[in-house]
């Protein structure tokens, strides 16, 4: 009797790890700073550096994170990062007294459980289980963080304005989640369909690349990474990489303090940031749906649009125009929801399964490398100029690059040609 196709279940385990460990630690972590900010002495550009060493770290790890993968498979790497985001959480709770503190427990050792706990393990199991509809699986895994981001920020913000801006209980809460999903995830996470006797989607699959073999992995895929790394297309998919994460990350440490600055009361200013990750699932799913029908460079640059408008609506905010900050806010939810489900999905479609970790993690280095700042200079413009505008006007020019950038990213036309694709796109393969 044939086994029932087991990929759907790996969706389920998938979007309940996204779910704890992304949204708890990183949406509920915003709240819970900015009610930190008021206890533990430091100005808005080392707050902002918090965010920023936080993201630096998600992507930093990504390098441990692929070797993990490939050397002891997807639970392990899971394990890895529940146990940092445990550490880190209790970190934050119970030790943090100064600046320092703060910077290490969040920046360090939470940005690194979230990165060994979500993007690029999470993806990983997407793309080996999935190809027909890698998409709107996709979609629906890391929907999983906005549902979690809708959920925690009036959650969060209730509990701290209810028990007198006591972090520590938010934080034990975020410790105990992060340890349901090392649960979890070694229950029902499985590292590959081959793994199981099964194929991607269930169906016969075309190729041996698209086989996960284990040791053998590492070896057939350097020709591919190599490639990859001397295309020009590599890096402009890079460049949309950082127009996808830069205005995120600058929004999710600043977009509370921004409202609350401008006349828009704190439970507004929460539920405007619900609405940011509210949309933002609405732009995994639209988008998920649509790169399974068109031009994932289409449907990435679509998402990017979002960034231009919300900076744009984002500027006049003030208290008596509560809409601007809902707008913005779903500005911003859609192009981050939409844009990030093709950067996790733009990379396997490029150059296939096989690849997919190694690459995936240099992305997620080089643009946490870049993006990183993203708080800080935030904060930074916020100290010079009194205000986030400056700021707003930097997002969307960055998005708007990144536009520009994807129109020059090529596809190799068949698997074949990834083991000898054009380098600076200038050469044919023979």
């Known amino acids: 009797m044939r086994r029932?196709?087991?990929?759907?279940?790996?969706?389920?385990?998938?979007?309940?790890?996204?779910?704890?460990?992304?949204?708890?630690?990183?949406?509920?972590?915003?709240?819970?700073?900015?009610?930190?900010?008021?206890?533990?002495?430091m100005d808005r550009s080392v707050y902002g550096l918090g965010f920023s060493l936080c993201n630096l770290f998600v992507g930093i790890s990504s390098a441990f994170v692929a070797v993990s993968i490939l050397r002891f498979g997807l639970r392990v790497t899971f394990a890895i990062g529940s146990l940092l985001t445990i550490i880190g959480a209790l970190w934050m709770g119970f030790y943090v007294l100064h600046a320092w503190q703060y910077l290490v427990g969040f920046g360090v050792l939470i940005g690194s459980g979230i990165g060994f706990g979500t993007v690029v393990p999470i993806s990983t199991g997407v793309t080996r289980w999935f190809k027909r509809s890698r998409g709107k699986a996709m979609a629906v895994v890391f929907s999983a963080s906005g549902w979690a981001g809708f959920g925690c920020v009036p959650f969060f913000d209730r509990l701290l304005s209810t028990n007198g801006a006591d972090f520590r209980a938010a934080w034990i809460i975020i410790a105990a989640a992060a340890g349901l999903g090392g649960a979890v995830a070694w229950l029902f996470v499985r590292e590959s369909p081959a793994s199981m006797g099964q194929t991607p989607d269930g169906l016969a699959v075309d190729g041996a690349d698209e086989q996960i073999d284990g040791a053998p992995l590492i070896v057939k895929t350097d020709g591919i990474v190599a490639s990859a790394y001397r295309s020009v297309s590599f890096w402009m998919i890079m460049l949309g990489a950082v127009a996808c994460q830069f205005p995120f990350f600058f929004f999710n440490a600043h977009a509370l303090l921004h409202m609350r600055d401008n006349g828009v009361n704190a439970r507004d200013a929460a539920w405007a940031l619900g609405t940011f990750t509210a949309v933002g699932i609405i732009?995994?799913?639209?988008?998920?749906?649509?790169?399974?029908?068109?031009?994932?460079?289409?449907?990435?640059?679509?998402?990017?649009?979002?960034?231009?408008?919300?900076?744009?609506?984002?500027?006049?905010?003030?208290?008596?125009?509560?809409?601007?900050?809902?707008?913005?806010?779903?500005?911003?939810?859609?192009?981050?929801?939409c844009s990030w489900i093709?950067?996790?999905?733009?990379?396997?479609?490029?150059?296939?399964?096989?690849?997919?970790?190694?690459?995936?993690?240099?992305?997620?280095?080089?643009?946490?490398?870049?993006?990183?700042?993203?708080?800080?200079?935030?904060?930074?413009?916020?100290?010079?100029?009194?205000?986030?505008?400056?700021?707003?006007?930097?997002?969307?020019?960055?998005?708007?690059?990144?536009?520009?950038?994807?129109?020059f990213a090529r596809k190799p036309s068949t698997p074949a040609d990834r083991d000898c694709l054009p380098r600076l796109d200038r050469l044919k393969c023979d």
């Open 283 to 337: 732009g995994r799913f639209i988008g998920g749906w649509l790169i399974d029908h068109i031009d994932v460079r289409a449907v990435f640059i679509l998402g990017l649009l979002g960034y231009m408008a919300g900076s744009m609506l984002a500027i006049p905010i003030d208290g008596s125009h509560l809409w601007l900050s809902f707008a913005a806010a779903s500005c911003y939810g859609w192009a981050f929801g």
């Open 4 to 41: 029932p196709f087991y990929g759907w279940i790996m969706v389920g385990a998938l979007f309940f790890l996204e779910f704890v460990n992304m949204g708890f630690p990183f949406y509920g972590g915003a709240v819970i700073n900015s009610y930190m900010l008021k206890r533990v002495a």
């Open 342 to 407: 093709s950067l996790q999905t733009i990379t396997g479609i490029f150059y296939g399964v096989a690849a997919y970790p190694r690459l995936s993690g240099t992305i997620m280095i080089v643009s946490a490398i870049v993006c990183a700042p993203a708080g800080i200079i935030g904060g930074k413009l916020f100290d010079i100029y009194g205000g986030y505008a400056p700021a707003f006007r930097l997002n969307a020019v960055i998005a708007l690059v990144g536009m520009i950038m994807l129109l």
